[in-house]
């Protein structure tokens, strides 16, 4: 499989967040600035998920061990995997979501959004969210991890990975970031970490997000198995159709409208304030009179 990938390694990340800043930054995605607007939620996780205006996230896990230390401390990456069969563009009626095929990220035009949010219910991450979300429901539309494809289309890496100290994420050709990614696994299987592995390979018909995960799957918000739920596929050509045929029903609709309303000519009338007539301007009869004290006749 061609195209790039993000590389992240679980076992160099020190949580710093700097990712998450560079990423609101580069994107101009707000945070709220109220004091204390955020309840303590008893972790560093911070937002506790993604939400409409945050596309990525580090996560944190405690777990104890049997080891001096007493507990492995996990932290972890939520954002977009960019599936290698990705879900979300299986299930958008409007061609909203789309892979580019030079990079292989899923990318997205906030322009064809429809708030339909089909995208999540069939994402196996449970990635994209939506702006606009609240009572009133207007507005909807979705935001979400694009790979920074507009800084890579020009050479450069994705925000985060530019702001990452301590060198735990990468960018560049899939094959050479799975490459890296397999002898980082290799080193922490001698140095002890048993369950490290390699995570994004292979999944969803292989991913351009790659994971070295340091500890057990179970330490990391991350599916064992993550597949495209066959409701999608069932669906897909489903909604396909169904959104051909409710753009035509509109424009035959339009037309429609159009037709009927040729030569319709809507006669015009004034009111003389002295007889309280309403003429017709054209004819100059009385449609009707208005009766100031008795009210209209």
Same mark, same amino acid.
């Given at each position: 499989m061609s195209g790039v990938a993000i590389y992240y390694d679980a076992s160099r990340c020190t949580a710093c967040k700097g990712c998450q800043v560079a990423c609101k930054t580069w994107n101009e995605l707000p945070s709220p600035l109220e004091k204390n607007s955020q309840e303590w939620s008893g972790s560093l996780?911070?937002?506790?998920?993604?939400?409409? *205006?945050?596309?990525?996230?580090?996560t944190f896990r405690e777990a104890d061990n049997d080891t001096k230390w007493g507990i492995d401390w996990a932290f972890g990456r939520r954002s977009c995997?960019? @599936?290698g069969e990705?879900?979300?563009? &299986?299930? @958008?009626p409007t061609g909203c979501l789309q892979k580019d095929e030079d990079t292989g990220f899923v990318v997205l035009d906030t322009d064809k959004c429809i708030g339909c949010q089909y995208c999540r219910s069939a994402c196996p991450f449970d990635v994209p969210r939506h702006t606009g979300v609240g009572l009133d429901g207007m507005g909807i539309t979705i935001n979400k991890c694009t790979g920074c494809v507009d800084r890579v289309r020009h050479d450069r890496s994705p925000a985060c990975v530019t702001a990452c100290q301590p060198e735990a994420l990468d960018f560049g050709p899939r094959d050479e970031m799975i490459a890296k990614a397999e002898?980082?696994?290799?080193?922490?299987?001698?140095?002890?970490?048993?369950?490290?592995?390699?995570?994004?390979?292979?999944?969803?018909?292989?991913?351009h997000t790659i994971h070295v995960l340091k500890y057990g799957l179970e330490m990391y918000e991350l599916p064992? *198995?993550?597949?495209?739920?066959?409701f999608t596929r069932a669906e897909d050509g489903v909604m396909k159709v169904l959104t051909g045929v409710g753009a035509a029903g509109v424009v035959a609709?339009?037309?429609?409208?159009f037709?009927?309303?040729?030569?319709?000519?809507?006669?015009?009338?004034?009111?003389?304030?002295?007889?309280?007539?309403? &003429?017709?301007?054209?004819t100059g009869e009385v449609v009707r009179?208005?009766?100031k004290e008795a009210g209209e006749r």
């Amino acid at each position: 499989m061609s195209g790039v990938a993000i590389y992240y390694d679980a076992s160099r990340c020190t949580a710093c967040k700097g990712c998450q800043v560079a990423c609101k930054t580069w994107n101009e995605l707000p945070s709220p600035l109220e004091k204390n607007s955020q309840e303590w939620s008893g972790s560093l996780q911070n937002p506790p998920d993604l939400n409409g *205006n945050t596309r990525l996230v580090m996560t944190f896990r405690e777990a104890d061990n049997d080891t001096k230390w007493g507990i492995d401390w996990a932290f972890g990456r939520r954002s977009c995997m960019h @599936c290698g069969e990705p879900a979300c563009v &299986i299930a @958008c009626p409007t061609g909203c979501l789309q892979k580019d095929e030079d990079t292989g990220f899923v990318v997205l035009d906030t322009d064809k959004c429809i708030g339909c949010q089909y995208c999540r219910s069939a994402c196996p991450f449970d990635v994209p969210r939506h702006t606009g979300v609240g009572l009133d429901g207007m507005g909807i539309t979705i935001n979400k991890c694009t790979g920074c494809v507009d800084r890579v289309r020009h050479d450069r890496s994705p925000a985060c990975v530019t702001a990452c100290q301590p060198e735990a994420l990468d960018f560049g050709p899939r094959d050479e970031m799975i490459a890296k990614a397999e002898a980082r696994v290799a080193t922490l299987h001698e140095r002890g970490f048993d369950k490290a592995r390699v995570y994004g390979k292979d999944e969803v018909g292989g991913c351009h997000t790659i994971h070295v995960l340091k500890y057990g799957l179970e330490m990391y918000e991350l599916p064992e *198995n993550p597949q495209v739920p066959e409701f999608t596929r069932a669906e897909d050509g489903v909604m396909k159709v169904l959104t051909g045929v409710g753009a035509a029903g509109v424009v035959a609709g339009l037309g429609l409208s159009f037709l009927t309303g040729v030569g319709y000519h809507r006669d015009e009338q004034r009111y003389d304030e002295k007889t309280g007539d309403i &003429i017709d301007v054209d004819t100059g009869e009385v449609v009707r009179h208005i009766d100031k004290e008795a009210g209209e006749r």
